[in-house]
């Protein structure tokens, strides 16, 4: 059966550069390794044939002379010649792409890990912390003191978790590494040590404020500054008050995540408000002025004879500034017609001797809605 083309076995083009062979044959050799397969005959014959392309085409001498020749360049017949003549063991190749000469576990090299001493500085975790504030303060802004209680510096010790004139001394259980490597079949885990909790040395006389981590618990007070226009899920970043870090690594951040109150009056759309305002029946009809909110104290809108309920008027520049300064929403206030409830029987005498008084010319919505409904049984 005639050999499958090399490119074609690792799914790259011909005109695939070095890296893009190598990152095809990883992901294609992890899939298809016998470790993986046990028994699966087809799988083996694939991690062989992927490590013969592989081993083909990652030598650009090997490649010109496989874009020249095919696999004829490979031929025993033609060894001395620009071809290899033969291949390596596909594990060998396999180890050699992912141990990469330098003694790291395949995880690292897998997905690109970059290897860190575990004995020099590690930064501090970041925190989270859930804020509620009032819907005012989210369109205004405002400050806030918040208090979070994390893993602090430790004062005592400097932070080296050591009494003064303690020495240290490699740990035993991991050899002064910090980590401790276990194999799973193809697969080599580096873990946290457990006696030595990574540091790679055991000191002689812990802090007895910090028990020998070099942190210890303690609760900060925190100012933060809310920009004006902030809404729900709001994320604001507080740098360097997260964790401690450890071994004089940096400390992490404080991410104050932000959740916003409900108002009586006002809903929210983007950067506009929304507010219901009832005027009365007598208002609507004869026109008037009337005072409404806004969220920084009253303002005046003209409502016009005949206004209809549901009629919007704007008022500019009166909403919420955009938080990242591109201008000021608009005040849209609806208005709702009130109808009058618990007349007394003058009352009601005018608003009969006024129904009297009025045609189909004061209710032009009425007239004009009627006329469409008799039209449909015509």
């Keep these: 059966m005639a050999k499958r083309d090399y490119y074609e076995v690792l799914g790259v083009d011909r005109s695939a550069s070095a890296e893009e062979i190598k990152k095809a044959y990883r992901k294609m050799a992890v899939k298809f390794h016998p470790d993986k397969n046990p028994g699966d005959k087809t799988a083996e014959d694939q991690f062989k044939t992927l490590g013969e392309a592989y081993e083909a085409l990652s030598d650009p001498q090997t490649r010109a002379a496989y874009d020249q020749y095919g696999h004829a360049a490979f031929d025993p017949r033609r060894r001395g010649s620009s071809g290899g003549g033969g291949f390596h063991d596909p594990a060998d190749i396999f180890r050699e792409v992912f141990g990469g000469g330098g003694g790291g576990s395949i995880f690292e090299n897998l997905f690109g890990g970059e290897r860190r001493d575990p004995n020099g500085p590690q930064r501090g975790a970041d925190l989270r912390y859930d804020m509620e504030i009032s819907f005012v303060e989210a369109a205004l802004g405002c400050e806030k003191e918040i208090s979070v209680t994390k893993p602090d510096a430790c004062e005592a010790c400097q932070s080296t978790g050591a009494e003064k004139g303690s020495t240290t001394k490699a740990c035993t259980t991991c050899g002064g590494r910090g980590q401790v490597i276990s194999s799973r079949g193809i697969f080599s885990i580096a873990q946290t040590c457990p006696r030595c909790e990574g540091r790679g040395k055991i000191i002689d006389k812990p802090c007895k404020v910090c028990h020998g981590s070099g942190r210890h618990e303690r609760t900060s007070k925190i100012k933060l500054k809310i920009p004006p226009g902030v809404d729900t899920g709001s994320r604001l970043r507080s740098s360097g008050n997260g964790e401690a870090g450890t071994r004089g690594g940096p400390t992490g951040d404080l991410y104050v995540v932000l959740h916003v109150k409900a108002h009586e009056i006002f809903e ?72 009058p409830t618990h007349l007394n029987s003058a009352q009601r005498a005018k608003i009969q001797e006024f129904s009297e008084l009025c045609d189909a010319n004061v209710n032009p919505i009425s007239k004009g809605f009627f006329e469409k409904a008799k039209n449909l049984f015509r």
């Design 268 to 339: 929210r759309e983007g950067d506009d408000l929304i507010c219901e305002v009832p005027i009365s029946f007598v208002q609507a009809a004869l026109g008037a002025e009337v005072e409404v909110p806004t969220l920084t104290g009253n303002a005046h809108i003209k409502i016009p004879p005949g206004t209809q309920p549901g009629t919007l008027f704007r008022l500019k520049g009166k909403g919420i500034k955009n938080v990242q300064g591109y201008g000021v929403g608009d005040i849209h206030v609806r208005v709702t017609v009130e109808v």
